[in-house]
T-cell receptor, first 119, second 111 residues
Framework: GAVVSQHPSRVICKSGTSVKIECRSL??????MFWYRQFPKQSLMLMAT?????????EQGVEKDKFLINHASLTLSTLTVTSAHPEDSSFYIC???????????????FGSGTRLTVV | GQNIDQPTEMTATEGAIVQINCTYQ??????LFWYQQHAGEAPTFLSY????GLEEKGRFSSFLSRSKGYSYLLLKELQMKDSASYLC????????????FGTGTKLQVIP
């Protein structure tokens, strides 16, 4: 079945540094990638939606200059948390929608998530 | 916009049946998903409904009423491993068809 590989799974960084999270669709082409953030004991909050080759669409309240999203190819999307602060510590997870209908899983395909801790 | 509501927590006994409800309000509806999420892990797909009615898949069933903006997930023959959070999510019509998640229901299965 469709697999999305997300790396790193865990990262600890110092306050003020930047962290890049990658999501790769391994056996299908992802036309759309959704990026979510999940704080402890809360549900997934959609941060932004990106389509290959175009600018990401950010949800209200999400700073686009802080959370840089690049979707340069149909198999790779990246989220960069710039100048990270402790309040950015969270679980970040991507979800991909396949380009081809026959590869499209109704539930979309989630990456395994990245636990970011900013100290 | 979208508004999705679920109970925060539920407790049920091993072997029993539990129903987790979800109500939603959306300007454009294009399907409802149920996901299971264990702590610290990614959500896993359980079911998808776009038409009214019941979808059954093994021990799990999901029901949808579009006119009422209502869905439920039914879990039968509960097992301890079913202890997890259950997320209701709604897909928007048009555009990028983004999926918005509800608050999630944390289910605890007790012996």
């Amino acid at each position: 079945g469709a697999v999305v590989s997300q790396h790193p799974s865990r990262v600890i960084c110092k306050s003020g540094t930047s962290v890049k999270i990658e999501c790769r669709s391994l056996d299908f082409q992802a036309t759309t990638m959704f990026w979510y953030r999940q704080f402890p004991k809360q549900s997934l909050m959609l941060m932004a939606t990106s389509n290959e080759g175009s600018k990401a669409t950010y949800e209200q309240g999400v700073e686009k200059d802080k959370f840089l999203i690049n979707h340069a190819s149909l198999t790779l999307s990246t989220l960069t948390v710039t100048s990270a602060h402790p309040e950015d510590s969270s679980f970040y997870i991507c979800s991909a929608r396949a380009l081809r209908k026959e590869e499209r899983h109704y539930g979309y395909t989630f990456g395994s998530g990245t636990r970011l801790t900013v100290v | 916009g979208q508004n999705i509501d679920q109970p925060t927590e539920m407790t049920a006994t091993e072997g029993a049946i539990v129903q987790i409800n979800c109500t939603y309000q959306t300007s454009g509806f294009n399907g409802l998903f149920w996901y299971q999420q264990h702590a610290g892990e990614a959500p896993t797909f359980l079911s998808y409904n776009v038409l009214d009615g019941l979808e059954e898949k093994g021990r799990f069933s999901s029901f949808l009423s579009r006119s009422k903006g209502y869905s439920y997930l039914l879990l039968k023959e509960l097992q301890m491993k079913d202890s997890a959070s259950y997320l209701c999510a709604v897909r928007a019509l048009g555009g990028y068809q983004k999926v918005t998640f509800g608050t999630g229901t944390k289910l605890q299965v007790i012996p």
